[in-house]
Structures are given as structure tokens and as C-alpha cells.
């Protein structure tokens, strides 16, 4: 497993350079034993256009891009807008009124506090069927997310071509099955 010690009491920011820009991540607390550094891509465009232009240059070919609710988005849309994709497809976190017939599946992520369900639409399954897919998030930890996405594409009858990520953290660097652009460990304190 892929960690770093900490002392909470004065590690207040853990640094990442990522797609050649330099951040200072918050450090959070999961539990006495763990904490992660919290890596969000909301609101920083430039953080987020950067790490989209260098993960296109590792896209496979590939018919369309699927990425979880929410912090996924920017990042997808960014993407898809780079290699001029005119659709990506975003899993949501509960069903919406447009939704026809929609699919769902659990998911318990390190960063959430109670698990979610993630559903998927009958049009984006159609859509999905058949086509050659990347999986996009922004952090592959324990790896819930992307199961949960995997799921989906199955059920979908999609067929899975690359699982994509800025970050792998913790045993996730470890995985042959993940294309990311760099490793973020788990922090474990000092005792």
C-alpha cells in the first residue's frame, strides 16, 4: 500500500504536482487511523484542462466516455471537449425525472460517509451498447466507483477499454488495469 506518515497536528496541506501544475492539498481526517489528502477538481480550470489534455494523450480508441456524478464532470466534459466528442455519459447519483427504465447499482466510496446508489438511464444504455468505453474519474482509491461503474457499463452491454484517472491512491498505483497520471499515497499519522 502506497502511504505517507503524517503528524495532523501540523500537517495541515499535503503536496501534489499533477499534469505539471503544483497543489496544496487539504488533509482529512477519515478515521484515527487514516487520513487522505482531499484532491478537488471543482472550480480550478486550469488544474482541470491540463490533467484532461494529458489524459486524452493516453485515450485508446474508443466510441464514448462514462464517468460517476460529480466530481468526474468537469474533468469528462473537458476531455470530451479536447478530442471533440459531441457526447460522454454521467452516471447520477439518484434517478431524475428523465430518466426511462433506468438500471442502479451500490457504491461505498472512501470520501462518503453512507454508500449510494449510481443509476444509469435506458437512452445512455442504448447509447452505450456495443461501443468500446473509458471509465473517467478523478480518483481511484479502493476502487468502489470504478466497480460500480464497470457494472453499469456491463449491464449496458457496453465493453470496457481503459479505466482512466488523475490520481491513483493507495493500493489503486498498484493495479496494471488503471491508466492515471500520477499516485497519491494514503496518510497514516504518527504515533
Not at 501544475?21 to 488544474?47: H, M, Q, S, T, W
Amino acid at each position: 500500500m502506497k502511504t505517507a506518515k503524517i503528524d495532523p497536528k501540523t500537517c495541515h496541506y499535503f503536496p501534489l504536482e499533477v499534469a505539471g501544475l503544483k497543489r496544496d492539498l487539504p488533509v482529512c481526517k477519515v478515521n484515527d487511523d487514516l487520513y487522505i489528502a482531499g484532491f478537488v477538481i471543482f472550480g480550478d480550470v486550469e488544474l482541470t484542462v491540463a490533467c484532461a489534455e494529458e489524459l486524452c494523450k493516453k485515450l485508446p480508441p474508443h466510441d464514448v466516455m462514462i464517468t460517476a456524478e460529480s466530481k468526474g464532470i468537469p474533468l469528462i466534459t473537458e476531455m470530451a471537449r479536447i478530442i471533440g466528442a459531441k457526447r460522454h455519459i454521467v452516471a447520477r447519483k439518484g434517478p431524475k425525472l428523465y430518466m426511462k427504465d433506468p438500471i442502479h447499482v451500490l457504491v461505498r466510496s472512501i470520501t462518503t460517509a453512507s454508500a449510494q446508489m449510481l443509476y444509469l438511464d435506458k437512452n445512455d444504455m442504448d447509447f452505450m451498447r456495443g461501443k468500446r468505453v473509458v471509465i473517467v474519474d478523478d480518483v481511484i482509491s479502493t476502487g468502489e466507483s470504478l466497480n460500480a461503474l464497470e457494472q453499469l457499463v456491463k449491464q449496458a452491454g457496453g465493453e470496457i477499454v481503459a479505466r482512466m484517472a488523475v490520481l491513483a491512491e493507495g493500493d489503486a498505483a498498484e493495479r496494471e488495469d488503471i491508466t492515471y497520471l500520477e499516485e497519491l499515497p494514503l496518510l497514516i499519522p504518527e504515533k
